[in-house]
């Protein structure tokens, strides 16, 4: 019951961060399906169609008071947009220009920030990350707020893959 409450949560939340997101030409997202801790969502934006996988934390840790919805993200643009993109949600904004840290297993990922959102450097790091990810059991977000609030996101990857494969389906080139 748990996940079918986190998934619908999540379902939410990302609607929302699609409706505050996207412009007038874009439809509701589409539910791809629910993979473990993983749901796949997609719409049409345009010409383009915008496929994203997401999750949220299953633990978190930090000094604050209050903190906004935190998410990890992948999203594809099709055709001829970015593939595998990952980006964080903090739900906070993050302090300017302190790394947001990603670790898989023995693996460690630096990603740059901006407001409260952070991504990899490059579509490499992005790759690489996906990878890891895909490898994973789980992984672990550590990031500090403006207010030099250190957090750690607790992430699990059961069902990334099969949400990864979703996405892919639904925005192949």
């Known amino acids: 019951m748990t996940t079918i409450v986190r998934s619908f949560g999540f379902f939410l939340g990302c609607m929302a961060l699609v409706v505050m997101t996207w412009p007038a030409a874009a439809q509701t997202p589409q539910t791809l399906g629910t993979y473990r801790d993983w749901s ?29 919805d935190v998410w990890i993200l992948v999203t594809h643009r099709s055709p001829g947009g970015g593939r595998d993109v990952v980006s964080v949600i903090a739900g906070y904004n993050y302090e300017e220009n302190a790394p947001v840290l990603i670790s898989i297993g023995t693996k460690t990922f630096t990603l740059f920030s901006q407001g409260d959102t952070a991504w990899a450097y490059s579509e490499a790091d992005d790759r690489a990350l996906i990878a890891a990810m895909k490898a994973g059991i789980d992984m672990k977000v550590a990031g500090r707020s403006w207010r030099a609030t250190d957090t750690t996101d607790e992430y699990s990857l059961l069902g990334f893959t099969a949400a990864y494969e979703a996405i892919s389906q639904a925005c192949a080139n």
Do not use: H, W
């Open 40 to 68: 796949a969502f997609a719409y049409q934006d345009g010409a383009t169609r915008v496929c994203y996988m997401g999750t949220e934390p299953t633990d978190s840790t930090g000094a604050y008071d209050q903190r906004g």
